[in-house]
């Protein structure tokens, strides 16, 4: 099993940034790749980046060279700069494990997940 635990979340006006943190425990060796996700409630959780455990990463087109992801494989963290946020980046951040073949932006193929950081941007 694995488990996540976020932290970094907060509130910060429009064009401002954040770090997100998440702590990965458990059977790391068994996760494929990591992501961060957005939800607002009452709707789907948005994929925001993924990042693979060997190498590789990706990012929705809405926040591409704004944010970036990356993992420490030495501290078990994945973490996801923010920058020039925007009020339509507010909402709860999740971060996920797939220990799949990994699904990218897409929640259905992450298998553990935090419990959320919450993100309020003011204009």
């Known amino acids: 099993q694995v488990q996540l635990a976020e932290s970094g979340g907060g509130s910060v006006e429009a064009g401002g940034s954040l770090r997100l943190s998440c702590n990965v425990s458990?059977?790391?060796?068994?996760?494929?790749?990591l992501g961060w996700f957005r939800q607002i409630a009452g709707n789907e959780r948005e994929g925001v980046a993924f990042?693979?455990?060997?190498?590789?990463?990706n990012y929705n087109d809405r926040v591409r060279d704004r944010f970036t992801i990356s993992f420490d494989n030495t501290k078990n963290t994945v973490s996801l700069q923010m920058n020039s946020l925007k009020p339509e980046d507010a909402g709860m951040y999740l971060c996920?494990?797939?220990?799949?073949?990994?699904?990218?932006?897409?929640?259905?193929?992450?298998?553990?997940w935090g419990q959320g950081t919450q993100v309020t941007i003011s204009s």
């Open positions: 996920a494990a797939d220990t799949g073949r990994c699904s990218g932006l897409h929640a259905w193929g992450y298998n553990a």
């Open positions: 458990g059977n790391i060796r068994s996760v494929r790749c």
């Open positions: 990042v693979y455990t060997d190498s590789g990463r």
